[in-house]
């Protein structure tokens, strides 16, 4: 038997990691949710073709996009603990770190949502942007190029969802995020969230059904994904298979099935899939289901992440 | 050049004065330390073996800290050494999840601070604290890289491990057993 017994209170670091909570999983939640908006509103475009008609909840989508992007980087920017330094992200571009690749490429993602806003955004809003002069010139001119601005939009939402899973996944240290399967869970999550809400805006009643029929794909690749997150674990080295115990009798094991699997995705669609067949009408709480289960997933892995290590730095008292 | 630690934990007695130099050097705030004591205990009663690792930042020839800052200011300088430039750290925190010997924590200035092997007394040829308080001479530090250092005389000469290899960062804290 061995006892280690480790004399360092360092707070935030002892007896366990705990420097990211809710802000950071709200910020990786409401990126993710934009991506898949960003992905619905590129793909609506590029189906619209020259009749330009697009689903009213798209419209309202195109509107909601840069102000929840906002928020998730206001909730990045309560995180920081040397918040007058924030500017720092923007003096240098670290190709290393994934963290830095994110912070430009939100930087980069606004100007594209802003033209889309321009774009398609419903008339009441549309019309009192496109009063002043330059956003009605930005606007004939994001009207030429509507299949560019519609792929760029598909290719941004993405690599903004694939982003939110590899920020935590470039992290070697952390076992249970050193996973390939995470960038395309959150990525799935993501554009799972954005059908949801895209359905709960949506009142006409076949572009709901596509909604619909789009978040029983995307919930359907979460739970593949979810499969091979565990696999992926379970046949890699001894922290991984440690650090996947934490979701099997572990400490994260009721949150985990409970909130993200049953909750936030099996019974969803399980839900719309009847839904689909008409079987059961499904209320609005359903996508509710679907964006509070989104949000689980990020805090349960941004918390359960922190709780396992690499060895070599046994939390006080540890027997093993 | 290459700077390293070499730890004996033969030597090693668990008095704490490298902790408490270290405290003392760098004025480290009430409740955090740069340096600890991790002692491990095997075997059983009455067959049992006591090792002492006094640990830090293990300055590591491939650190994901430095990889993953997305400001700069988690950097390699001289001799190898890592270290925190204040002036550009926001606080994200993502070196401290980086790093898998928890050796990073965030001072309640808001910046990240670690262990940097004393850099101020290296850069005047002096020892870090923690090396020159050691009473029983269990620390060494020089440059690796240096065939006739003490410290590359020592990993040549004994049994040597680092903590946690497996972790691919290249670790320049080298202990004795």
């Known amino acids: 038997m061995t006892e280690t017994l480790v004399l360092r209170t360092n707070e935030g670091i002892d007896p366990q990691l705990h420097i990211w909570g809710w802000d950071v999983a709200g910020y990786l939640f409401l990126g993710g949710l934009v991506a898949g908006l960003l992905f619905f509103i590129g793909l609506h475009m590029r189906r619209s ?49 994934p ?39 930005a606007a004939s001119m994001a009207e030429r190029g509507w299949n560019v601005v519609a792929s760029l939009s ?25 996973s390939a399967a995470l960038g395309p869970l959150f990525l799935a999550s993501g554009i799972s969230g954005a059908a949801a809400l895209l359905a709960l805006l949506e009142r006409d009643h076949a572009a709901r059904a596509w909604f619909t029929r789009a978040d029983v794909w995307a919930l359907g690749a979460e739970l593949a994904l979810i499969g091979a997150f565990f696999v992926g674990h379970a046949t890699s080295t001894r922290c991984h298979i440690e650090a996947i115990q934490l979701f099997l009798g572990g400490a994260y094991t009721a949150p985990f099935w409970g909130l993200v699997v ?37 805090y349960v ?20 | 050049m290459r700077y390293a630690m070499v730890i004996d934990t033969v030597r090693c007695v668990g008095c704490n004065a490298c902790v408490v130099a270290c405290k003392t050097e760098n004025d480290t705030p009430e409740g955090f330390a740069r340096d600890w004591l991790r002692y491990v205990v095997t075997g059983t009663f009455p067959d049992l073996s006591r090792e002492i690792y006094s640990e830090r930042c293990n300055h590591c020839d491939n650190p994901p800290s430095v990889h993953n800052c997305p400001t700069g200011a988690s950097q390699i300088v001289e001799g190898g050494l890592v270290v925190v430039d204040r002036s550009k750290c926001t606080g994200c925190k993502a070196c401290v999840a980086s ?18 092997f004393c850099i101020h007394r290296v850069r005047k040829g ?24 003490e410290v590359s005389r020592l990993i040549r000469s004994r049994k040597v491990h680092v903590n946690n290899p497996a972790s691919g960062c290249d670790p320049q804290v080298y202990y004795l057993t």
């Not at chain 1, 419903?122 to 956003?135: D, F, K, Q, Y």
């Not at chain 1, 359960?304 to 006080?316: E, R």
């Open chain 2, 99 to 116: 790093c898998p010997y928890n050796a990073r924590y965030v001072h309640p200035d808001g910046h990240v601070d670690k262990c940097t």
């Open chain 1, 301 to 320: 892995i941004v918390a359960a992440g922190q709780a396992a290590g690499v060895g070599g730095d046994a939390p006080l008292n540890t027997f093993f």
């Open chain 2, 126 to 149: 002096l020892d870090p604290a923690c090396v020159e308080s050691c009473p029983t001479e269990a620390m060494t530090f020089g440059d690796v890289d240096d065939p006739d250092s």
């Open chain 1, 154 to 178: 598909i290719l941004t939402g993405v690599a903004l969802g694939i982003y939110t899973g590899i920020l935590l996944g470039a992290s070697v240290a952390r076992p249970l995020w050193s």
């Open chain 1, 49 to 97: 073709g020259a009749r330009r008609a697009l689903p009213t909840s798209v419209r309202w989508g195109a509107v909601a996009a840069p102000l929840l992007l906002g928020a998730g980087m206001f909730l990045l920017f309560l995180d920081l603990d040397l918040k007058l330094h924030v500017w720092r992200f923007y003096t240098a571009f670290r190709w290393t770190s």
């Open chain 1, 262 to 298: 049953v909750v936030g995705v099996a019974a969803p669609l399980l839900l719309e899939w009847l839904e689909l067949r008409g079987r059961v009408v499904v209320s609005a709480a359903v996508p509710v289901l679907v964006l509070v289960g989104g949000l689980a997933l990020r």
């Open chain 1, 99 to 137: 963290m830095s690749w994110g912070s430009w490429i939100l930087l980069l993602v606004f100007p594209l949502m802003l033209v889309q806003v321009l774009l398609i955004a419903p008339e009441s809003i549309r019309s009192l942007l496109v009063r002043a002069a330059p956003a009605s010139w």
